[in-house]
């Protein structure tokens, strides 16, 4: 069964999206793997304290994209493929990246400094 | 459905006449969880009172198409934070009244409701803390077997990690045909648990909208409600204006 | 069967409703217009019989009062309970809105009649027992008269002078 211990919620962003950002960062990180059950639309909908409708479009649009599949008596299991993982990595990373990029370049920043400075911090950051 | 078309309610006093409801016409489908909200005054109770036939009106609300009357009045059950529990009653004797008059009363969801907030069986109501009487009141109403369950501010007085409690448990328990007209003034609070959100404002109903459209706008509730208020502070502005430019 | 009789009773009540108090008072004031009645209406009997008594041996044909003037106000304590009773019925009413306001549960139930019976009934109930009593009294008072008073010292027409005595207006000329 997915885990929803560690969700958080945050002000700003809509909640189905934080369903679905918690599903991804789950994918990515390897903590939840193929064929593992989804928790029920209403147990969710309990358990986060959000409208049973929000759950339900947090899971249909993760069913387009082919993440999850229902099937009948409404139980949804996470489908997941080396390239379907290998895709939610690299949408997450890009997003993550594309925020400190955009983050960087707006205090005037070169490439060449970030770079560096990428560099030192991820240094100091595997010490 | 509660279909409510061009109901209008006046209250009357001494001293005049005092327009409480003016022409709401509002559709509450089945399996909605809807937020009634509105400054003091607004109308919110006696929306709720008129719906349950506690108030005359004009105006016709309708039950999946008949006239309230009572032989479908048990599908509407009311928790108000004036209560309306006996309180020199024992929960369990209201169980027994309840499911005498009831016959759709949730006994099991009773007992575990009663289990889950750990009220007492056997002491008589009206002896119960603030919140624990809040409590008891709503759980009575969502064990009724009612098909629409109006709520009218019931959390006055409880705490909020109790009053989050009561949503998450509301929506574990919630069946596909069970419908919760939440009356309150708790806009934050209650974004994430309703479906959608009726704004009442001096008697007229200035803003409906499910919460899929407003997230679809990118607005919080809290926007929501601050741009329908300041749309109707704009007209009176420029009312006043006009009014004063007539004057000169 | 006293437990039967109880739940019974709190039918007729508001529920939670504790009566046992006023319902024992009722009955003290009942035991009282008892005994009132019977101290008013053996007084004047006896009184009148001595008369009675002391006047056959004259030739003046008396006649015995008519049982409604003996009565006198023998049964105005059952009627004064009567109306306490009745006084009951806004006192139940308002505990529709002491300590909550059940009486919004109450309108909204499916039972016709429950709200009223539940408000109304014991009263009701009560007072419609007073005046049984009353009445009880009325007839056993009655066979006593007659079998203390000779049938021919008995005045004719009992029935409408009680009537006249009880709600005529012509007794006030």
């Known amino acids: 069964m997915v ?21 991804k960062q789950g994918i990515a990180a390897g903590t939840v793997s193929d064929g593992e059950e989804m928790p029920s639309r209403r147990v969710l909908s309990a358990l986060l304290g959000v409208n049973p409708n ?29 390239e379907k993982v290998a895709a939610v990595r690299t949408e997450l ?15 005037g920043v070169s490439r060449e400094e970030a770079l560096s400075l990428l560099e030192k911090l991820w240094d100091e950051e595997v010490r | 459905m509660i279909e409510i078309k061009n109901l209008t309610k006046y209250y ?21 969880i809807v937020g009634l909200f509105g400054e003091n005054g607004a109308g919110k109770t006696t929306l709720l009172k008129c719906i349950l036939g506690l108030l005359n009106y004009k105006g016709s609300v309708t039950l999946d198409g008949q006239p309230v009357n009572r032989k479908n009045i048990h599908l509407l059950s ?19 009244f309840y499911e005498m008059h009831f016959p759709a009363f949730r006994r099991k969801r009773f007992e575990a409701l009663m289990d889950f907030f750990e009220l007492p069986a056997g002491r008589a109501v009206g002896q119960l803390s603030t919140g624990q009487k809040n409590q008891f009141e709503v759980i009575l109403a969502l064990c009724q077997g009612a098909d629409y369950i109006l709520m009218d501010e019931p959390f006055a007085g409880n705490d909020v990690f109790n009053r989050e409690d009561f949503y998450k ?10 419908t919760v007209i939440l009356s309150t003034h708790l806009l934050e609070e209650v974004e994430n648990f309703i479906g959608r959100a009726v704004l009442l404002h001096k008697g007229c109903i200035v803003g409906d909208c499910t919460m899929e459209q407003l997230e679809e706008q990118g607005k919080d509730l809290m926007t929501f409600v601050k741009e329908t208020y300041q749309y109707r502070a704009d007209r009176v502005i420029r009312a006043l204006g006009e009014l004063g430019g007539k004057d000169r | ?44 009997l006896g009184k009148q019989l001595r008369w009675l008594d002391r006047v056959e041996k004259q030739p003046v044909p008396w006649m015995m009062p008519y049982y409604g003037e003996i009565l006198g106000t023998a049964l105005w304590g059952f009627v004064i309970l009567a109306i306490l009773a009745l006084l009951l019925i ?22 016709r009649g429950e709200l009223l019976r539940r408000t109304a009934g014991l009263p009701l109930l009560l007072a419609a027992a007073a005046l049984a009593a009353a009445l009880l009294l009325l007839l056993l008072y009655y066979a006593i008269y007659c079998g203390c008073v000779p049938a021919e010292r008995q005045p004719d027409g009992q029935w409408a002078e009680l009537l006249r005595i009880w709600f005529g207006k012509e007794r006030y000329f």
């Open chain 2, 12 to 32: 009357y006093s001494a001293t005049g006449g005092k327009r409480a409801l003016g022409d709401v016409s509002l559709q509450l489908p089945r399996g909605e």
């Open chain 3, 90 to 111: 806004p006192v139940h009413g308002a505990y529709w809105y002491q300590g909550s306001r059940s009486i919004y549960l109450m309108r909204r139930l499916p039972q």
């Open chain 2, 78 to 96: 009311f928790a108000t934070c004036e209560h309306s529990f006996f309180p020199t009653m024992t929960a369990k004797e209201h169980a027994n």
């Open chain 2, 169 to 178: 448990v509301l929506l574990g328990i919630l069946e596909e045909n069970e």
């Open chain 3, 1 to 44: 069967m006293k437990r039967n009789f109880r739940e019974w009773r709190q039918q007729l009540l508001p529920p939670g409703y504790d009566a046992s108090v006023e319902v024992g008072w009722l009955a003290l004031g009942g035991v009282i217009a008892f005994i009132y009645s019977l101290c008013v209406f053996a007084g004047e």
């Open chain 1, 93 to 107: 990373m890009e997003g993550v990246v594309r925020t400190l990029v955009g983050a960087v370049k707006g205090m």
């Open chain 1, 54 to 82: 929000t759950v339900q479009k947090a899971y249909r649009l993760l069913e387009e994209e082919g993440l999850i599949t229902s099937h009948s008596g409404a139980k949804s299991y996470l489908s997941l493929t080396e």
């Open chain 1, 3 to 23: 885990s929803f211990e560690s969700f958080v919620q945050t002000d700003g962003a809509p909640i189905y999206l934080q369903i679905i950002r918690h599903i």
